[in-house]
T-cell receptor, first 116, second 114 residues
Framework: QQQVKQSPQSLIVQKGGISIINCAYENTAFDYFPWYQQFPGKGPALLIAIRPDVSEKKEGRFTISFNKSAKQFSLHIMDSQPGDSATYFC???????????????FGKGTKLSVIP | NAGVMQNPRHLVRRRGQEARLRCSPM?????VYWYRQLPEEGLKFMVYLQKENIIDESGMPKERFSAEFPKEGPSILRIQQVVRGDSAAYFCASSQGPNTDTQYFGPGTRLTVL
């Protein structure tokens, strides 16, 4: 059972364009939603994260939009640059004590290519 | 270097051998998580440890896999009698403590089983 579904699997965007990656989750107990960026041969690096008490969070060119009722969240990368070319993973976890707390459940990833 | 450190970065083993993967968390972090990434897949949780305690091992295969985080030294993920299906990238992450969500990942160990 895949608890976090991510789309699209791959994405090609022109330099300066907006990259949009979507995720949907099933477990309503999730209350922490981070996005990670991974370059080939490297570990995932935390990009930005959101909690369900806000609908949007922006950090520089990166914005998370969160829709609690639809159980969906998305990453928007504004003014996409070739250096943004990487694989992006959404994830979710529940941050209270109890079975399965704190473990991150990841989507399958989106390979983003930003072309000049 | 204040980041999460993992070694070795690459490990080659023949079927039936043992693999030992090491993880040193960020300075000041006492919580360690291990994840496995298969090619073209997302990361899958394996185990969550604090110093000298296994908190959650619900993602660990029942046989051949074990993990520890001793009072002194790095956390170790041990795979006995490796099989080809164990070939994957193994990532360690650390966090500051309880009720802290942010996990910081190391560069990973890429295990190849011949």
């Amino acid at each position: 059972q895949q608890q976090v579904k991510q789309s699209p699997q791959s994405l090609i965007v022109q330099k300066g364009g907006i990259s949009i990656i979507n995720c949907a989750y099933e477990n309503t107990a999730f209350d922490y939603f981070p996005w990670y960026q991974q370059f080939p041969g490297k570990g995932p690096a935390l990009l930005i994260a959101i909690r369900p008490d806000v609908s949007e969070k922006k950090e520089g060119r990166f914005t998370i939009s969160f829709n609690k009722s639809a159980k969906q969240f998305s990453l928007h990368i504004m003014d996409s640059q070739p250096g943004d070319s990487a694989t992006y993973f959404c994830a979710a976890s529940k941050s209270y004590s109890g079975a399965g707390s704190y473990q991150l459940t990841f989507g399958k990833g989106t390979k983003l290519s930003v072309i000049p | 270097n204040a980041g999460v450190m993992q070694n070795p970065r690459h490990l080659v083993r023949r079927r039936g051998q043992e693999a030992r993967l090491r993880c040193s968390p960020m300075k000041g972090h006492s919580h360690v998580y291990w994840y496995r990434q298969l090619p073209e897949e997302g990361l899958k949780f394996m185990v969550y440890l604090q110093k000298e305690n296994i908190i959650d091992e619900s993602g660990m295969p029942k046989e051949r896999f074990s993990a520890e985080f001793p009072k002194e030294g790095p956390s170790i993920l041990r795979i006995q009698q490796v099989v080809r299906g164990d070939s994957a990238a193994y990532f360690c992450a650390s966090s500051q403590g309880p009720n802290t969500d942010t996990q910081y990942f190391g560069p990973g160990t890429r295990l190849t089983v011949l």
